[in-house]
């Protein structure tokens, strides 16, 4: 059974900041990757979605890299600002694109 | 478009009672899912379709039922509501494969107590 597993679970940074957020998974047979975005009491953003043939994404600031063998993600989100506040959430896709998610990381930029 | 449509925003049930989770897409998207969230937690697939007429179970799938009679709407009815149905209630859909790109809705907080 996929198991996807985010660290850290939350993070608090200064404005400014450059950060990365990490997503692993146990099954390395995926057919693609996603970052989202969720803020509180609101539906998911997609961000970025990296193909399994690919290796990483980009997106404005946000710059997603997939290790499938590994089974290992980054989200890296340059100069962090207090609008970037919110639950990011990675999910991997299995066959028919049902997604298997992990628990989030919470983060806070202070101003 | 619209998107991806769900209502209601808010419910709250007694336990035992029964409701339906509405939601709709103007995409013309073959695939559609419902998934719930629980406090602190991610997503978790209840049920899915690949198309008019055909559903199948997901991860936890106990407790609910869902419908496809066309391809724009997917209704997930809970019976016999249980306090362990709290839960926020998505809804998604996709449309082409080759992108893979989920869409989903707003979500229906739902409180059974």
């Known amino acids: 059974k996929q198991e996807v597993t985010q660290i850290p679970a939350a993070l608090s940074v200064p404005e400014g900041e450059n950060l990365v957020l990490n997503c692993s998974f146990t099954d390395s047979a995926i057919y693609n990757l996603q970052w989202f975005r969720q803020d509180p009491g609101k539906g998911l953003t997609s961000l970025l979605l990296i193909q399994s043939s690919q290796r990483e994404q980009t997106s404005g600031r946000l710059n997603a890299s997939l290790d499938k063998s590994s089974g290992r993600s980054t989200l890296y989100i340059a100069a962090s600002q207090p609008g970037d506040s919110a639950t990011y959430l990675c999910?991997?896709?299995?066959?028919?694109?049902?997604?298997?998610f992990g628990s989030g990381t919470i983060l806070r930029v202070k101003s | 478009n619209a998107g991806v449509t769900q209502t209601p925003k808010f419910r709250i049930l007694k336990i035992g009672q029964s409701m339906t989770l509405q939601c709709a897409q103007d995409m013309n998207h073959n695939y559609m899912y419902w998934y719930r969230q629980d406090p602190g937690m991610g997503l978790k697939l209840i049920y899915y379709s690949v198309g008019a007429g055909i559903t199948d179970k997901g991860e936890v799938p106990n407790g609910y039922n869902v419908s496809r009679s066309t391809t724009e709407d997917f209704p997930l009815r809970l019976e016999l509501a249980a306090p362990s149905q709290t839960s926020v209630y998505f809804c998604a859909s996709m449309g082409d494969r080759a992108t893979y790109e989920q869409y989903f809705g707003p979500g229906t907080r739902l409180t059974v107590t």
């Open positions: 999910a991997v896709s299995e066959r028919l694109n049902k997604l298997v």
